[in-house]
């Protein structure tokens, strides 16, 4: 018979947020092939702290899952920027040293097959709040 443990953050990732810019730490940033073999996605995971502009914790705990891609190298050279990396061309960029750090990412919302989900569009900034 299986067993199966949950933690907090399996019932948190449900949880719609309301759209604004939200203090996140990034907790993962991983690679793998995009289905039509094409191009790499780096699938991204970032916990809310707070809310970047106003401090509210109402939705602190949240894990977002978003996605860049290799294809789409403008949104990654804005999420590095955000957290002060700047970025030459040329240059080659480990992503998983993103993890543990802190950015601002504006989170919205998304209708997907019936469901709403939240959304992120690739806005990122410089945290507005020191956590």
């Known amino acids: 018979m299986p067993i199966v443990g949950f933690d907090e953050q399996d019932f948190l990732r449900g949880k719609i947020v309301a759209p604004g810019w939200y203090l996140m730490e990034i907790k993962d940033v991983g690679e793998k092939l995009a289905a039509n073999?094409?191009?790499?996605?780096?699938?991204t995971e970032g916990i809310i702290i707070q809310n970047d502009d106003?401090?509210?914790?109402d939705f602190a705990g949240v894990p977002v899952i978003w996605n860049f891609n290799?294809?789409?190298?403008?949104?990654?050279i804005a999420f590095l920027a955000a957290m002060g990396q700047e970025v030459q061309p040329n240059q080659r960029v480990e992503l998983s040293a993103a993890s543990g750090k802190k950015v601002a990412v504006y989170?919205?919302?998304?209708?997907y097959?019936?469901?709403i989900l939240n959304n992120v569009n690739h806005k990122y900034r410089a945290p507005a709040s020191q956590v």
């Not at 073999?37 to 699938?43: A, Y």
């Not at 290799?70 to 990654?76: D, E, G, H, L, V």
């Not at 989170?107 to 209708?111: E, G, Y």
């Open 70 to 76: 290799s294809k789409f190298k403008s949104a990654i």
């Open 54 to 57: 106003d401090g509210s914790k």
């Open 37 to 43: 073999g094409e191009s790499t996605n780096f699938p």
């Open 107 to 111: 989170v919205d919302n998304k209708t």
């Open 113 to 115: 097959e019936g469901r």
